[in-house]
């Protein structure tokens, strides 16, 4: 089955500063690649998400990159503020698998004011 | 508006009593999701059902249950609760045919 790696597990940044969370996954089948984020005491809400067949996506202060062949994507988020500061959590899945997503195991930004 | 809730948020319990959690969504999806959330792991599905009558296992199965009698309800049931299953369990709901999940607000259950 699909195994997703996620780093790093905690981040701290400045506010304005850049952050940046990478994931990589086994499934060279994988197809469909979301990021949630998390705030305190709630369930993860999506915030992008990305396809095999498209590099990179944007929105607003928020990219996603993906390399099909190294296997690995990331989540960019430019300008930070301290609401950004959040759990965040990358997702794998076959577009045919039935909607079962596979989740690396988490990152813990800061966003310091 | 639509929405999926789960109750109870909070949920205290012994070793080996049997604990149903309660999923409910008003967007009539047709999949529906149960995740387990653990330090370090970060959400690890247990059951999920494309639809009425329709349940199937996923990663981490062992000691859950679900059942599906209507759409807009997932019961998850622990037959026998242990203290490994001390956890924050999400539910989720999504469009069938589409990838997007939508996530209720957890509830938060501690076996002693």
């Known amino acids: 089955g699909e195994n997703v790696e996620q780093h790093p597990s905690t981040l701290s940044v400045q506010e304005g500063d850049s952050a940046v969370i990478k994931c990589t996954y086994s499934?060279?089948?994988?197809?469909?690649f979301p990021w949630y984020k998390q705030e305190l005491g709630k369930g993860p809400q999506l915030i992008i998400d990305?396809?095999?067949?498209?590099g990179e996506k944007k929105d607003q202060r928020i990219a996603v990159t993906l390399n099909k062949t190294a296997k690995h994507f990331s989540l960019h988020i430019t300008e930070t503020q301290p609401e950004d500061s959040a759990v965040y959590f990358c997702?794998?899945?076959?577009?045919?698998?039935?909607?079962?997503?596979?989740f690396g195991g988490g990152t813990r930004l800061m966003v310091k004011p | 508006d639509a929405e999926i809730t789960q109750s109870p948020r909070h949920k205290i319990t012994e070793t080996g009593r049997q604990v149903t959690l309660a999923c409910h969504q008003t967007?009539?999806?047709?999949?529906m999701f149960w995740y387990r959330q653990d330090l370090g792991h970060g959400l690890r599905l247990i059951h999920y059902?494309?639809?009425?009558?329709?349940?199937n296992k996923g990663e981490v199965s062992d000691g859950y249950s679900v059942s599906r009698s209507n759409t807009e309800d997932l019961p998850l049931t622990l037959e026998s609760a242990a203290s490994s299953q001390t956890s924050v369990y999400f539910c989720?709901?999504?469009?069938?045919?589409?990838?997007?999940?939508?996530f209720g607000p957890g509830t938060r259950l501690t076996v002693l």
């Open positions: 990305i396809r095999s067949n498209v």
């Open positions: 499934d060279s089948a994988s197809n469909y």
């Open positions: 989720a709901s999504s469009y069938q045919g589409t990838d997007t999940q939508y």
């Open positions: 997702a794998a899945t076959l577009n045919n698998a039935g909607n079962m997503l596979t």
């Open positions: 967007w009539n999806h047709n999949n």
């Open positions: 059902s494309y639809g009425v009558q329709d349940t």
